[in-house]
């Protein structure tokens, strides 16, 4: 069993929709979550980070994290063709060992 | 605050040679994590330094190595070059907080 387990899509949906994006892990070490977006050919850029269970919103991205579950989310509103992009989430350990899901490719629709 | 570097942007080389792809982490962060990323793949998770020590390393074979300066700036160094070590390199640093990534080093083997 991997450590963080993402299902990588493709996910599709039209423009406007609500995106919701998971990941589930196994080593209750994590302490830290994070998501990336990452166009083609790019490096991925940072779009929340988070190290407590509850939401976490920022503009149109809500962060979601249940330690309990072992099961973080991101929630994206009024999605735009902008964010289509593969979006990787990641964790990381108090001593800062660091992983990353396998990312999920999504494609908004105008 | 400059962010993360990382040279050349884009390498080739032929099979059986060496390659070294250098890492800028962002100014007081100690730990840089190396990834690679095929084609249409997901991160594959290289070798984590810190403090100028090799914490970690993932499943690839030793002729992929590195290391951190004083300066915590990384080199990564992968040996005989195969083609299928054709991908997106990719750095972050992080200190104690969210990673930041480069903008990755894309190697080319022919």
């Known amino acids: 069993q991997k450590e963080v387990e993402q299902d990588p899509g493709p996910l599709s949906v039209p423009e406007g929709a609500i995106v919701s994006l998971n990941c589930t892990y196994s080593n209750s070490a994590f302490q830290y979550f994070m998501w990336y977006r990452q166009y083609s050919r790019k490096g991925p850029e940072l779009l929340m980070y988070t190290y407590s269970s509850g939401n976490k919103e920022d503009g149109r991205f809500t962060a979601q994290v249940d330690k309990s579950s072992k099961y973080i989310s991101l929630f994206i509103r009024d999605s735009q063709p902008s964010d289509s992009a593969t979006y990787l989430c990641a964790m990381r350990r108090q001593d800062n060992d660091m992983r990353f899901g396998a990312g999920t490719r999504l494609t908004v629709k105008p | 605050e400059a962010g993360v570097t990382q040279s050349p942007t884009h390498l080739i080389k032929t099979r059986g040679q060496q390659a070294t792809l250098r890492c800028s982490p962002i100014s007081g962060h100690t730990s840089v994590y190396w990834y690679q990323q095929a084609l249409g793949l997901g991160l594959q998770f290289l070798l984590w330094?810190?403090?100028?020590?090799?914490?970690n390393r993932g499943n690839f074979p030793p002729r992929f190595s590195g290391r951190q300066f004083p300066n915590y700036s990384s080199e990564l160094n992968v040996n005989a070059l195969e083609l299928e070590d054709s991908a997106l390199y990719l750095c972050?640093?992080?200190?104690?907080?969210?990673?930041?990534f480069g903008q990755g080093t894309r190697l080319t083997v022919v």
């Open positions: 330094y810190d403090e100028g020590e090799e914490r």
């Open positions: 972050a640093s992080s200190l104690n907080t969210e990673a930041f």
